[in-house]
């Protein structure tokens, strides 16, 4: 079941003054950043609000890291923009398999790994009225050490 809004993802040509104008006009704070070689992509994660699936919402600003990226495709083709919303569920897997019986093309056979330890999957934006669709796990919460 889909709980949340995960994230928003969003390309940026320029992952620093993205994150700089996010601060300076809303008083976001980058609340992780890693980079993805898989996917290509350098990212920050502003945490917005937490939600009550125990979940957060976030968002997602996206550079790429290579010309031949998905990112730097979409970059070159429309400029900055909205890329991708995410949604949250407990159980990725049920998900795309029960989204894909309904004819909606799911992009990976497995999910791949995500931000901080998620695991992601996407739906295919030409099924999806024009929104390339992700749908995310996160990395179960560590238990506290005894
Ligand atoms: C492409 N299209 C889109 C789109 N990207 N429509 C809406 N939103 C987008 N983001 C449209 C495009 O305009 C074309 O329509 C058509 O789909 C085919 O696009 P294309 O430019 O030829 O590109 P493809 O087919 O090579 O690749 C498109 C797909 C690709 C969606 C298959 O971008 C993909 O595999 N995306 C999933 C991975 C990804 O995006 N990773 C980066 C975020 P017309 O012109 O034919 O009408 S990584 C991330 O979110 C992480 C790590 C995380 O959350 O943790
Ligand atoms: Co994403």
Redesign the pocket.
């Known amino acids: 079941m889909l709980t949340r809004i995960?994230?928003i993802?969003i390309?940026c040509f320029d992952l620093d003054r993205t994150v700089e104008f996010y601060r300076a006009t809303y008083g976001f704070e980058v609340f992780h950043s890693e980079v993805?070689e898989?996917?290509?992509?350098r990212?920050a994660m502003l945490k917005i609000n937490d939600t009550s699936d125990g979940g957060a919402s976030y968002l997602?600003l996206?550079e790429p890291t290579r010309e031949d990226?998905?990112?730097a495709?979409?970059l070159a083709?429309?400029g900055e923009g909205?890329?991708?919303i995410?949604f949250g569920t407990a159980d990725v897997d049920a998900d795309a398999a029960a989204i894909k019986d309904k004819g909606v093309r799911v992009?990976y056979e497995e999910p791949?790994?995500?931000?901080?330890g998620?695991r992601?999957t996407?739906l295919?934006?030409?099924d999806c009225h024009?929104?390339?669709t992700?749908l995310?796990t996160s990395a179960p919460v560590e238990s506290p050490e005894h």
């Not at 791949?112 to 901080?116: E, I, Q, V, Y």
């Open positions: 995960d994230h993802g390309a993805n898989e996917q290509g992509v990212e997602q996206l990226s998905t990112v495709k979409w083709k429309n909205v890329h991708h995410a992009l791949r790994r995500g931000s901080m998620s992601i996407f295919h934006p030409k024009g929104v390339l992700e995310v």
